[in-house]
């Protein structure tokens, strides 16, 4: 069963600050993917990568196969930006459903 | 294009209870799966149906069960109700089975009383 860890668990920023948000997982998988939820629940997928790199507009993801390890970082952060960051993983085969980390709590202050 | 859409959104049962939480995927998607969400215990994979049979299920007893319907659409089912089942149930739709981005519903929050 992969273990996924997030840090850090909560994080508060001043507007416009880089954010850099990590997990780890201890087993290999298929893919890795970020999600964002907002209070009152959804869920709103944003990255889903198996190597290499990502950009989508301030969200920038990261992942090294080799070292078991995925970074989220958002550029010029924003107050609308405050949301759990979510990590989850896939095994290999992707015979199954997500494993998620925990969660990051992130909040961006005016 | 509209998204995973779940019903309902809110239910209030009662222990030993049972309750169906229904979820549509979005148009083309064959796979769906199932999640919960309890308080502090974060998000945790239930069920995986693709293209109508049962793929795979999570670490939860025989007492949740689900299926998917020729449509692709979705029940899960929860008999017996224990006060531990009191979370917020996520669907989440993808294009095949194979590794796709996953999306998600706004979820049917449970309370059980």
């Known amino acids: 069963k992969n273990e996924v860890e997030q840090s850090p668990q909560n994080l508060t920023a001043q507007e416009g600050e880089f954010i850099t948000i990590n997990c780890s997982y201890s087993v290999g998988i298929s893919a890795l993917h970020w999600l964002q939820q907002h209070p009152g629940g959804g869920i709103v997928s944003l990255f889903m990568?198996?190597?290499g790199k990502k950009k989508h507009g301030r969200l920038i993801a990261t992942i090294n196969i080799q070292e078991k390890h995925s970074s989220l970082h958002i550029t010029a952060s924003h107050p609308r930006d405050s949301a759990v960051y979510i990590c989850a993983v896939r095994s290999p085969g992707g015979a199954d459903g997500l494993t998620f980390g925990k969660g990051t709590h992130l909040i961006i202050q005016p | 294009e509209a998204g995973v859409t779940q019903s309902p959104t809110h239910l209030i049962k009662t222990r030993g209870q049972q309750v169906t939480l229904r979820c549509s995927p979005i148009?083309?998607?064959?796979?769906v799966y199932w999640y919960q969400q309890a308080l502090g215990l974060g998000l945790q994979f239930l069920l995986w149906?693709?293209?109508?049979?049962e793929r795979n299920r999570g670490n939860f007893p025989p007492r949740f069960s689900g299926r998917q319907f020729p449509n692709y659409s979705s029940e899960l089912n929860v008999n017996a109700l224990e006060l531990e089942d009191s979370a917020l149930y996520l669907c989440?739709?993808?294009w095949g089975a194979g590794n796709q981005p996953q999306h998600f519903g706004d979820g049917t929050r449970l309370s059980i009383l």
């Open positions: 148009s083309g998607h064959t796979s």
């Open positions: 989440a739709s993808s």
């Open positions: 990568l198996s190597s």
């Open positions: 149906y693709d293209e109508g049979e």
